[in-house]
């Protein structure tokens, strides 16, 4: 008699523990209701990057010194930087600088310790290609001013702030 009240009594208890996490799981479901979908008609419509967004780096060709600093900063050793020196004035002339997006992680090292500001991380997302020879860019290429999604008028773009993620 008493081990069948015990019985009991446990299915009691995994009978209400049961209850309380199909009532969790539904107000999960009813709390994602009230939120307005995220999804974007992409390429029609393109999500504003954040300020502090770590896109495609754009290079400043002039104000480089050639000085390596983001070669020894970057995990992978990446920014391939190729000048000469001038002895006349001992100094090294920039010839070429490249990066390969196929390869670099974003981390944003290389624009936190380029010791004159050449570097800068743009809000440019779309590196997509079809050959991963492409995404290596040089100076011209890294020179391009990025493209601005909020003053793209063929597209519309969408505030991430209006979404449910910012609450
Ligand atoms: S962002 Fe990071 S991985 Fe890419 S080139 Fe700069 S330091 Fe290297």
Redo the contacts with the bound molecule.
């Keep these: 008699m008493f081990t069948t009240l015990v019985k009991f009594r446990n299915y009691g208890q995994q009978a209400a523990e049961s209850a309380k996490y199909i009532g969790q799981g539904f107000a999960v479901t009813l709390d994602h209701l009230n939120r307005s979908p995220i999804t974007v008609k992409y390429p029609y419509e393109k999500i504003i990057s954040s300020e502090r967004f770590?896109g495609r780096?754009h290079f400043e060709f002039d104000k480089c010194i050639a000085r390596e600093v983001?070669v020894r900063?970057?995990?992978?050793n990446?920014?391939v930087v190729d000048w000469k020196l001038i002895k006349s004035i001992k100094k090294k002339q920039l010839k070429n600088y490249s990066?390969d997006f196929g390869?670099?992680?974003?981390?944003?090292?290389?624009?936190e310790y380029c010791p004159t500001n050449c570097?800068s991380m743009t809000e440019e997302y779309e590196l997509s290609s079809y050959d991963r020879h492409e995404l290596n860019y040089d100076q011209i290429a890294l020179g391009r001013l990025p493209l601005c999604t909020s003053r793209d008028l063929s597209i519309q773009a969408v505030s991430t702030s209006a979404s449910s993620f910012s609450s």
């Excluded at 900063?73 to 992978?76: F, G, Q, T, Y």
């Design positions: 770590r780096i983001r900063v970057c995990p992978i990446l920014p990066i390869v670099c992680i974003f981390c944003g090292n290389c624009v570097l």
